[in-house]
């Protein structure tokens, strides 16, 4: 029984863990002193997927917003 269980436990575990599911890359977008909020949502990606997109998403709006004199930061919620 307390082999069941844990067997049970361990697959959880990786499931949960490695699952691929909606996640949010939320930026905070800085030009002449003014903050906009940007947020997407990445959809059915794992968490190291989706963090990569997340920083592809951050260079892309970084090299807009340094024409302007702007700042970028994002993190993956």
């Known amino acids: 029984m307390k082999k069941t269980l844990l067997?049970?436990?361990?697959i959880g575990?990786?499931?949960?863990t490695s699952?691929?599911?909606d996640r949010d890359?939320?930026?905070?977008i800085t030009v002449n002193g003014?903050?906009?909020?940007?947020?997407?949502t990445i959809e059915?990606?794992?968490k190291s997927d989706a963090e990569d997109i997340c920083n592809e998403?951050?260079?892309g709006l970084r090299l807009i917003n340094s024409m302007?004199?702007?700042t970028v930061d994002c993190t993956l919620e």
């Not at 575990?13 to 949960?16: A, Q, V």
């Not at 890359?25 to 905070?28: E, L, P």
């Open 19 to 21: 699952c691929k599911k």
């Open 25 to 28: 890359c939320a930026c905070d």
């Open 34 to 40: 003014q903050t906009t909020n940007s947020t997407i």
């Open 7 to 10: 067997s049970l436990a361990v």
């Open 44 to 46: 059915g990606e794992s």
């Open 13 to 16: 575990f990786f499931g949960l």
């Open 57 to 59: 998403y951050e260079a």
């Open 68 to 70: 302007m004199g702007g």
